[in-house]
């Protein structure tokens, strides 16, 4: 089967994901990528090259526009099997719908366009076109509210988890440090967090020691809380995850339905994970009990913390299984029709 494989936004650390899926489908079908060539993306070893000039422009709207008209022509010119779009955005997207032939062989994948839609004009929008296309997205929980939130017809949705990094590996540390590395962190909790921690005495903190990313420059009187507001290269990121025996994840209320790249990786590497309480993190949670954690207060994490939690193997099994790379391509073929 032959695939065209598009990133209309290709988003800052979406290659992962990109250079996961062409691990998973290389092999068994026949791909050409449409991505950003910064990219890099490798099959086999080698670096693939680029069919389709793809648009750098610094003006996103323009980019998304013009690499959408090139990926359509390209599409309607040729009998590629399917298409599938590795992010998308609505609006853009909109524009160019009417003039792509054979729809129904697209697919689109969901990362954070599902919580765009609380955006009535792109609830809108996203309503004109979205039964003319397949849609996937990465968790059940995902799928029961599209289809509430949108009413699209149910087999038009397939859930294909997140894959995992390569290499999955478990680091035990016996070091007590609690990292908040991610991109998305909530910058009020992370100003709140540091207020809290600061008026716990001493013996409350067992010695923890915090890293906590953040684009402000928060100050803390503790010695045992570093604040990171520089770039950290993936090495030093993978590192501190390595020693972290728990990954703090407190991302703000309206990240409700995507997945978080630092929760998988965190897992694969055997972190516990405490989390806010939105509603894919919840979900993840009750499949995951031992592994996974929500707090509602800053309280309940300390409490987590200090209630020594051990790491379930069993919990750590399932997750990998459930986003092992066979399941994936299981998935994916299904969906497709393989």
């Known amino acids: ?42 099959a086999n ?16 709207k323009i980019k998304l526009i013009k690499n959408t008209i090139e990926f359509m022509k390209i599409w309607n010119k040729n009998s590629y099997s399917k298409g599938v779009f590795s992010s998308f955005e609505i609006l853009s997207f909109s524009i160019i719908n009417k003039f792509i032939k054979r729809k129904n062989n ?24 979205m039964n003319s296309y397949k849609h996937i997205v990465l968790s059940e929980n995902i799928k029961e509210y599209l289809i509430l939130k949108t009413g699209i017809c149910a087999n038009k949705i397939f859930v294909v988890p997140h894959p995992l990094i390569n290499n999955i590996n478990l680091y035990e540390s016996n070091e007590n440090i609690i990292s908040a590395l991610s991109n998305s962190n909530e910058e009020k909790f992370i100003e709140e967090f540091i207020k809290y921690l600061s008026s716990l005495k001493k013996r409350s903190l067992n010695d923890i020691v915090f890293f906590i990313k953040s684009k402000m420059n928060y100050k803390s009187n503790l010695k045992n809380v570093f604040i990171v507001n520089d770039y ?3 090495e030093e990121y993978i590192n501190i995850i390595q020693r972290s025996k728990y990954i703090l994840l407190p991302f703000p209320s309206h990240y409700k339905y995507r997945i978080s790249g630092v929760l998988l990786e965190s897992i694969a590497m055997g972190k516990i994970v405490i989390a806010s309480n939105t509603d894919t993190f919840k979900y993840y949670s009750n499949l995951y009990p031992g592994i996974i954690f929500t707090y509602s207060k800053m309280e309940d ?20 299984e459930d986003h092992g790379d066979k399941i994936i391509l299981q998935r994916l073929e299904e969906a497709m029709g393989i």
């Open 232 to 234: 950290l290269k993936k």
């Open 106 to 129: 697209i697919f689109l994948i969901h990362h954070n366009t599902i919580d765009q839609l609380e955006k009535k004009s792109k609830l809108i929008v996203f309503k004109t076109f």
């Open 1 to 42: 089967m032959s695939i065209l494989y598009f990133d209309q936004i290709s988003p800052t650390g979406h290659k992962n994901y990109n250079q996961r899926i062409v691990d998973i489908l290389e092999g068994k079908h026949e791909l050409v990528l449409f991505t950003n060539s910064k990219d890099n993306l490798i």
């Open 301 to 320: 994490i300390m409490y987590i913390v200090n209630s020594n939690k051990s790491f379930q193997p069993e919990q750590y099994n399932l997750f990998i």
């Open 45 to 60: 070893n080698k670096i693939i090259s680029e069919k389709i000039n793809y648009e750098l422009n610094r003006n996103i």
